[in-house]
T-cell receptor, first 115, second 115 residues
Framework: EAGVTQFPSHSVIEKGQTVTLRCDPI?????LYWYRRVMGKEIKFLLH????????ESGMPNNRFLAERTGGTYSTLKVQPAELEDSGVYFC?????????????FGPGTRLLVL | AQKITQTQPGMFVQEKEAVTLDCTYD???????LFWYKQPSSGEMIFLIY??????QNATEGRYSLNFQKARKSANLVISASQLGDSAMYFC????????????FGAGTRLFVKA
């Protein structure tokens, strides 16, 4: 069984440009989460999808970030326009159920550098 | 509010020895789950071990065990017989009802295993 995959693994863009990150969850996992870790800080929650619906987007930093999950399969996270402080590692995770005991399986992350 | 504290930014251990990575947490949830993840230099987040707040026994998974002391709100990870491949970043994390099932992470502890 394939794990969570993310694309690209690395992205270097200039301030003001747009970047789109993609996450493919484990097949059959309805719950998909985005997290990010900016330089030296804790990993922070961004948002949570249940199938194609946004269940919780309380962690989204501002309206420059747009997440979608059309059809309830893969998800994209678009940053437009990117700012320097958006640099960090963006993780995607998925789980089958939404309980506190359910393990969330993480992807390898996308390293974003905004210059 | 939920919070995870990892007070050891870095730890050294001699190969084949045991090491304890500290984690304390704060939550008002009556039920919650505690997790440890490993992040090697390659960047992926690997799930290691889970402890439920109502579990009577400490969780164990191979060389990993979780020293859970509920009254002290601590969930320390013990790695026995350290191997060079254990060198990585380790994150303690928590999930509970109050947080909407989003995972709250600590700042991480970087473990160095010496040959």
């Amino acid at each position: 069984e394939a794990g969570v995959t993310q694309f690209p693994s690395h992205s270097v863009i200039e301030k003001g440009q747009t970047v789109t990150l993609r996450c493919d969850p484990i097949s059959g996992h309805d719950n998909l989460y985005w997290y990010r870790r900016v330089m030296g800080k804790e990993i922070k929650f961004l948002l949570h999808f249940v199938k194609e619906s946004k269940q919780d987007e309380s962690g989204m930093p501002n309206n420059r970030f747009l997440a979608e999950r059309t059809g309830g399969t893969y998800s994209t996270l678009k940053v437009q326009p990117a700012e320097l402080e958006d640099s960090g590692v963006y993780f995607c995770a998925s789980s089958q159920d939404r309980t506190f005991s359910e393990t969330q399986y993480f992807g390898p992350g996308t390293r974003l550098l905004v210059l | 509010a939920q919070k995870i504290t990892q007070t050891q930014p870095g730890m050294f251990v001699q190969e084949k020895e045991a090491v304890t990575l500290d984690c304390t947490y704060d939550t008002s949830d009556p039920s919650y789950g505690l997790f440890w993840y490993k992040q090697p230099s390659s960047g992926e987040m690997i799930f290691l071990i889970y402890q439920g707040s109502y579990d009577q026994q400490n969780a164990t998974e191979g060389r990993y065990s979780l020293n859970f002391q509920k009254a002290r709100k601590s969930a320390n990870l013990v790695i026995s017989a350290s191997q060079l491949g254990d060198s990585a970043m380790y994150f303690c994390a928590m999930r509970g009802l109050t947080g909407g099932f989003k995972t709250i992470f600590g700042a991480g502890t970087r473990l160095f295993v010496k040959a």
